[in-house]
């Protein structure tokens, strides 16, 4: 299997990988299908209303085939934080809240207390749009809105993670991080995607499971997937 990868890094020997672009500071895992090697295309499908959007979660070695392809799962981020390496999904932990909007490491943060965020004080600002201040997206994409998301559960038959697999998304149910235990817990049974949307110190999501697809807002300290839309 070849890679394309998106990454900036003065810690990576440019030599020894097949494919770099600088993508405004982002990581994006990409496989190809072949030899060829365009470094400045990102996969992308058009959903059924006509947006464009990454074909994969950040982090995802492929386009899922099912549900609950692990390939297909991708990393988990805490809301707001660079993909610093604390979205991987067995990333070391600490309970120490950063003061700072990056953080300087690649720890995934604990947090057992209101408002359960790995931040000190809390950012609302970090993944707003394209210029954000921590957008994980490649360049010229960026985290979906509340509607954005609401617009696309709208469009899928039956509305529950069979219908998100089914859309042109091909979403998976790739579990989440917890906030508080750093453990991941239901990936193959639960979806949890970030938006961009904040309110009263949390941020929205939207759920997957068999039975449901819902947007609700979660604590921002907790991992979820992250899937981007095109600006």
């Given at each position: 299997?070849?890679?394309?990868v998106?990454?900036?890094?003065?810690?990576?020997?440019?030599?020894?990988?097949?494919?770099i672009?600088?993508?405004?500071?982002?990581?994006?895992?990409?496989?190809?299908?072949?030899?060829?090697?365009?470094c400045d295309q990102i996969?992308?499908?058009?959903?059924?209303?006509?947006?464009?959007w990454?074909?994969r979660?950040?982090?995802?070695?492929d386009?899922?085939?099912?549900?609950?392809?692990h390939?297909a799962?991708?990393w988990?981020?805490?809301?707001g934080?660079?993909?610093?390496?604390?979205?991987?999904r067995?990333?070391?932990?600490?309970?120490?809240?950063s003061?700072?909007?990056?953080?300087?490491?690649?720890?995934?943060?604990?947090?057992?207390?209101?408002?359960?965020?790995?931040?000190?004080?809390q950012?609302?600002?970090?993944?707003q749009?394209v210029?954000?201040?921590?957008?994980?997206?490649?360049?010229?994409?960026?985290?979906?809105t509340?509607?954005?998301?609401?617009?696309e559960?709208?469009?899928?038959?039956?509305?529950?993670?069979?219908?998100?697999?089914?859309?042109?998304?091909?979403?998976?149910?790739?579990?989440r991080?917890?906030?508080?235990?750093?453990?991941v817990?239901?990936?193959?049974?639960v979806?949890?995607?970030?938006s961009?949307?904040?309110?009263?110190?949390q941020s929205l999501?939207?759920?997957?499971?068999?039975?449901?697809?819902?947007?609700?807002?979660?604590?921002?300290?907790?991992?979820?997937?992250?899937?981007?839309?095109?600006?």
């Amino acid at each position: 299997m070849k890679f394309k990868v998106f990454i900036v890094s003065v810690f990576f020997v440019c030599s020894v990988l097949p494919c770099i672009s600088l993508a405004q500071n982002k990581v994006v895992v990409i496989p190809l299908d072949s030899g060829n090697c365009d470094c400045d295309q990102i996969p992308t499908v058009t959903s059924a209303n006509g947006r464009v959007w990454m074909d994969r979660n950040l982090g995802a070695y492929d386009v899922a085939k099912s549900v609950d392809d692990h390939r297909a799962y991708g990393w988990l981020y805490q809301w707001g934080r660079l993909p610093d390496g604390h979205e991987i999904r067995f990333s070391p932990t600490t309970t120490d809240l950063s003061d700072e909007d990056v953080p300087g490491h690649g720890d995934f943060i604990m947090s057992s207390s209101p408002p359960y965020d790995w931040r000190d004080e809390q950012n609302d600002h970090l993944w707003q749009g394209v210029s954000g201040i921590n957008n994980p997206c490649p360049a010229g994409f960026r985290l979906p809105t509340l509607a954005e998301w609401q617009t696309e559960i709208d469009s899928w038959t039956p509305k529950n993670s069979a219908g998100a697999f089914a859309s042109p998304l091909k979403l998976v149910v790739a579990g989440r991080r917890h906030r508080t235990l750093g453990e991941v817990h239901a990936a193959g049974s639960v979806g949890n995607y970030w938006s961009s949307t904040v309110s009263n110190g949390q941020s929205l999501n939207l759920y997957l499971s068999s039975s449901d697809a819902y947007l609700d807002y979660y604590p921002r300290g907790h991992g979820h997937s992250v899937r981007c839309i095109k600006d």
